[in-house]
Nanobody, 124 residues
Framework: QVQLLESGGGLVQAGGSLRLSCTIS????????MAWFRQAPGKEREFVAV????????YYADSVKGRFAISRDSAGNTIYLQMSSLRPEDTAVYYC?????????????????WGQGTQVTVSS
């Protein structure tokens, strides 16, 4: 049974930083492509970032490119999303997702496992 647990959300002022964590149990991070998505109130869930199972490929949504960075720990069971220069429009519930390696990395339907989400609120 694969489970994902996010942490690290909170309230931050615009321009600030936060680091989200996602710990996987049941399988190693190296088994899956690991992604972050977010959903703001009244909006559809949107892709944020992905790292492939080898850790050698990363891809970001244009809206976060240069501000957010996805990484993993050496132990192989946690991924991170370092968020900098946060903006009020980054306010959302952030979800961690795991999926079998493949194409269409920004499509949420290809990810079989999801965490419960962590709230990020950026005040202006």
């Amino acid at each position: 049974q694969v489970q994902l647990l996010e942490s690290g959300g909170g309230l931050v002022q615009a321009g600030g930083s936060l680091r989200l964590s996602c710990t996987i149990s049941g399988r190693a991070v190296s088994t899956y492509d690991m992604a972050w998505f977010r959903q703001a109130p009244g909006k559809e869930r949107e892709f944020v970032a992905v790292q492939d199972r080898t850790g050698s490929f990363t891809y970001y949504a244009d809206s976060v490119k240069g501000r957010f960075a996805i990484s993993r720990d050496s132990a192989g069971n946690t991924i991170y999303l370092q968020m900098s220069s946060l903006r009020p429009e980054d306010t959302a519930v952030y979800y961690c997702a795991a999926g079998s390696p493949g194409a269409f990395v920004s499509t949420d339907s290809r990810y079989a496992y999801w965490g419960q989400g962590t709230q990020v609120t950026v005040s202006s």
